[in-house]
């Protein structure tokens, strides 16, 4: 039945989705489908609506947890990828690279993205849930954003309506709405002041986060006037396991993947952490993170 629709689109059969999250995950989907117009896309979830088949709608595969061992349906976004520069307003598909973008906006002397050369996700993900790093998110630089609403009506957000705070926003918490395109307002600056800005900020990634291990990132918020890791690490949890899932002996907000965890052991794991610095500190920690189930 769903191979009589998609028939024309492209799209992919009992898939493992290990490479398309970055904590490699061993997980499968019946269908990997890749739309290419925002007609294709609303087109096939009116149908998977219409015969209440589930589906998900997959980013860069960062900052989030598979928390299934299967899935029916992944529609990704990542043939949505147009980019158009006018000034210093730049709009960007939601299947575009952040990393992609960041660079695109350097070279074009527009500085607003620098903190994202290192992100791997896409501007649809990102935009949702407020992506930053550095002191800086994309509550700073997004100036609206097109989606399709809970009805599959195309509709513009301004920055207000986004409702952005920290690692958050009216798209995180709302889910059927799915970002089409975002538009950001950036500011003028010479490209090799960017330049220097994106190498130091690479090189603060790589000398203190597990980049080159299976990881989706920093797993928790940074509670007001502290930092996540620093609690983690003064509570002796650096190097503690659960099953293959390892906080990161680097950055100790980071889980990694040590030994072909599951999504079981990692989501065991925060629980675990989130419970000792309740005991220890009295603080509620917020996972970062999207659990997808």
Known sequence: MIENFIRNYEYYKDVNLKKYNTYKLDCTADYLVYPSTVLELTNFITFLKGY???????GGGSNVILARPHFSVVIKLDRLNN?????????????????????ICMNNNLYGLAFAGGIPGLVGA???MNAGAYN?????????VKVLDKDLELITLTNKDLEYS???SFLKRNKEYIVIETTFKMKHKDKEEIRKIMDDRRERRITTQPINRPTAGSVFRNPPGDSAGRLIEEAGLKGYSHGGALVSRKHAN?????????????????DYIRERIKIL?????????????
């Not at 800086?136 to 609206?144: F, G």
């Not at 993947?257 to 065991?268: F, G, K, L, P, R």
């Open 52 to 58: 209440c088949i589930k589906y998900i709608i997959l």
């Open 83 to 103: 980019v158009t520069v006018e000034g210093n307003i730049v709009k960007a598909e939601a299947g575009v690279s952040l990393i992609k973008l960041a660079n």
């Open 126 to 128: 990102s935009t949702a």
């Open 136 to 144: 800086e998110d994309m509550s700073m630089i997004v100036k609206e």
């Open 166 to 168: 920290y690692r958050d």
């Open 254 to 270: 980071f889980i990694v993947n040590n030994n072909d965890a599951t999504y079981e052991d990692i989501i065991m794991l925060i």
């Open 281 to 293: 500190y009295d603080i509620d920690l917020i996972l970062e993170q999207e659990i997808i189930r």
